[in-house]
């Protein structure tokens, strides 16, 4: 059993921009921050964004999955291994490889039993799959921690997070009800492709990880008529919650083809925008500001852009004292505990789910 009171969680996360693995330590209680530790990250080589890369979109016993999760496992264990001293339990995402809510479920790879096994401490894994079963989208999983955040940081107005990793999503809080299940506390949902598409095109094209800086945006020519294209996809006018797969909008990556490689990477960096901007038109009431984590934060062609398409402030976490690198590892060392405590995970207005649930599985080691 885990200890009564506050306690320190290790968090890891592997997002589907298939960059590397963030974790981080995180005192809490499983209702409030208590206090933040040590982060880490361990980036994967390019044999091991490969093997990934390959096993995008299969299902447990596809092809390359297995091998997909030997690469998740191995560097998971080497990262969170450094930083697990000290900490009563584990949470582990694994790597989605393939979401289908209302279909074939979700996938992520890695297990938190040969992970516990590492560690030598429990491991809360599996996040997704029970509020899958229950009706929910699975995703996103970070708005009750992003609530506890709007609690840490003082707001006393709804705010946004804003999450630019592989596929954006926004959480919608207000900080002045009691808890992130409370009605009217948060609304959540996927927004559209956000740094994936780009980093596909940069990898295909120049054999690169990503556009550092937003370099070859700025070179490029946004494609208005593709943006006016995508932004009538039928997603954007589903009333949240709602999520998407890495690969939701194949047209987009194809609309891009023909042009040069700077002007894609304009018109794909304007669409995540845009597809932002569009998703803030479901927020119960005005934000007065957008908090950025992810890797789009430091992508100032897509902050300038974002600037323009809103009336309030669009700023980095950083500019509340959050780390915009380690929120989402922070994210799933919180709600590691809430599992643990059997506190609720996911509710109808971040997930869909029919009422709030506590998903997730937890691992102990033999030792």
């Not at 096993?55 to 998740?72: H, K």
């Not at 984590?293 to 600037?307: C, E, K, Y």
């Not at 929120?327 to 059997?342: M, P, S």
Request: hydrophobic fraction near 45%.
């Amino acid at each position: 059993m885990l200890k009564p009171g506050s306690v320190w969680a290790l968090g890891a996360m592997s997002g589907t921009s298939l960059d590397g693995v963030d974790a981080a330590l995180l005192k809490t209680d499983g209702h409030a921050i208590l206090d933040f530790g040590g982060t880490g990250y361990r980036a994967y080589d390019e044999t091991e964004r490969a093997v990934l890369h390959a096993a995008r979109g299969r299902w447990p016993g596809g092809e390359g999955v297995d091998e997909a999760a030997e690469v998740v496992e191995t560097a998971h264990a080497a990262l969170m291994s450094s930083l697990s001293d000290g900490a009563d339990l584990a949470g582990f995402h694994g790597q989605t490889l393939a979401h289908d809510p209302g279909g074939r479920g979700t996938h992520q790879a890695g297990s938190g039993t040969i992970l516990a096994e590492v560690l030598g401490i429990p491991v809360v894994w599996d996040f997704r799959s029970a509020d899958v079963r229950l009706g929910g989208q699975g995703a996103p999983l970070a708005p009750f921690f992003h609530f506890a955040c709007a609690k840490w940081i003082g707001a006393k107005e709804p705010l946004a997070f804003l999450n630019m990793g592989g596929v954006g999503n926004l959480t919608w809080v207000d900080p002045g009800q009691p808890a992130p299940d409370a009605a009217g506390a948060c609304l959540a949902f996927d927004t559209g492709p956000a740094n994936a598409p780009i980093n596909d095109l940069v990898r295909e094209r120049l054999g690169q990880g990503c556009d550092e800086g937003g370099a070859l945006a700025a070179e490029g020519e946004v494609a208005e008529k593709v943006i006016k294209k995508f932004l009538k996809h039928p997603y954007f006018f589903r009333i949240p919650p709602k999520s998407l797969d890495r690969d939701g909008f194949p047209d987009l990556t194809k609309a891009v083809r023909k042009l040069s490689d700077a002007d894609a990477a304009a018109t794909l960096t304007a669409a995540a925008a845009g597809a932002v901007a569009r998703g803030a038109e479901h927020f119960p009431a005005p934000a007065a500001r957008v908090l950025v984590t992810g890797g789009g934060r430091r992508n100032p062609v897509m902050m300038a852009m974002l600037s323009e398409l809103f009336d309030c402030p669009i700023e980095p976490v950083e500019a509340v004292g959050l780390d915009g690198d380690m929120l989402e590892a922070q994210a799933f060392a919180y709600l590691a505990v809430r599992v643990a405590r059997g506190l609720p995970t996911t509710c109808p207005t971040t997930t869909g789910v029919s009422a709030a649930i506590g998903g997730g599985q937890i691992s102990w080691p033999r030792r």
